[in-house]
Nanobody, 115 residues
């Protein structure tokens, strides 16, 4: 069974940068889009950024201008470059892959922005 493998989380000071990466453990057919969602303690899982295969990227208002999502359509991989991080960016970041037949989720990567 294909799993999404995430990497790049960690602890960073406010104003710092981190890059998250996500790749499937095997081939996935008919991918529509991939993205990143964030879940802070006590909150729901919200979209941070996504990119459609053959389309453009979209971002949550709170991260526009600071985060950049990039994708390799051939490998079905994505990365999220996060700059000017703020304490409110703290949470578990989940990779999402939406294919025609199934929706996959990664296990989550913790990002903590704190002094």
């Amino acid at each position: 069974q294909v799993q999404l493998q995430e990497s790049g989380g960690g602890l960073v000071q406010p104003g710092g940068s981190l890059t998250l990466s996500c790749a499937p453990s095997g081939p996935v057919a008919s991918v529509n889009n991939m993205g990143w969602y964030r879940q802070a303690p006590g909150n729901q899982r919200d979209l941070v950024a996504s990119v459609a295969w053959g389309g453009g990227a979209q971002y949550a208002d709170a991260v526009k201008g600071r985060f950049t999502i990039s994708a390799d359509n051939a490998k079905n991989t994505i990365s999220l470059q996060m700059n000017s991080l703020k304490p409110e960016d703290t949470g578990v970041y989940y990779c999402s892959l939406a294919a025609v037949r199934r929706h996959y989720w990664g296990q989550g990567a913790q990002v903590t922005v704190s002094d």
